[in-house]
């Protein structure tokens, strides 16, 4: 079966202090992996995506395909970093995108 | 560019009647994509369309629920007889034409629909 679990629902962190919001996957192959975030009423927008390798606002993520994982992290969280997170893989065919359920990370001052 | 555009923003409708909602892509997108989320829970694929046509449609309820993306105009996700459960948010997003699988999608405002 295909699946996104994200197990946090709320993530909560002072701020500069590191944070990393879980993402486990489950596909029988070789998906891509997104993270795309929605700020207070915002539209949801990617943060950042496995095959571009990029760091985005100080946010990482490595595929583990071993432990079929995709964690966010980021070394010193900021207060603009609250929103909702969500995890999404696509298949290798394309198309739909499966999502996790979502993480909310709150960063207090 | 002004993005992915949803109307309406909120939707209220009684039990029985009919919701319609639109989904203009970005400019240059042949793509759109809409998905569903409930109270609580991430966002649920819903179904894949081009110009003219329906590429997937595996996570569309089998029943009252249509979609379409004609060569003019807007995409329309259709809901007829609406039901309590109906009540959710409903995405839209978009992505290019190309030969790459992994297109990046960007996504709507949402339309919140409320089912009285």
């Known amino acids: 079966a295909q699946r996104v679990t994200q197990p946090e629902k709320l993530l909560s962190v002072f701020k500069g202090a590191p944070v990393e919001l879980k993402c486990n996957y489950s596909?029988?192959?070789?998906?891509?992996l997104f993270w795309y975030v929605q700020y207070s009423r915002q539209r949801l927008q990617l943060l950042l995506r496995?095959?571009s390798r990029e760091s985005i606002k100080g946010f990482t993520a490595d595929l583990n395909k071993g432990e079929t994982s995709f964690h966010l992290k980021k070394p010193f969280a900021q207060e603009e970093d609250s929103a909702m997170y969500y995890c999404?893989?696509?298949?290798?065919?394309?198309?739909?995108?499966?999502f996790g359920q979502g993480t909310e990370l709150s960063v207090k001052p | 560019n002004a993005g992915v555009m949803q109307n309406p923003r909120h939707l209220v409708r009684r039990r029985g009647q009919e919701a319609r909602l639109r989904c203009s892509p970005m400019?240059?997108?042949?793509?759109v994509y809409w998905y569903r989320q409930l109270p609580e829970e991430g966002l649920k694929f819903m179904v894949y369309?081009?110009?003219?046509?329906?590429?997937?449609e595996s996570g569309m309820p089998k029943e009252r629920f249509s979609a379409e993306f004609p060569k003019e105009g807007p995409s329309i996700l259709r809901i007829q007889q609406v039901v309590r459960g109906d009540s959710a948010a409903y995405f839209c997003?978009?992505?290019?034409?190309?030969?790459?699988?992994?297109?990046?999608?960007?996504f709507g405002p949402g339309t919140r629909l409320l089912v009285l």
């Open positions: 997003a978009s992505s290019l034409f190309s030969t790459s699988a992994w297109e990046t999608q960007y």
């Open positions: 596909y029988s192959g070789s998906p891509e």
């Open positions: 496995h095959i």
């Open positions: 999404a893989l696509m298949g290798n065919q394309g198309g739909k995108l499966i």
């Open positions: 400019k240059g997108h042949s793509h």
């Open positions: 369309l081009q110009k003219e046509n329906i590429i997937d």
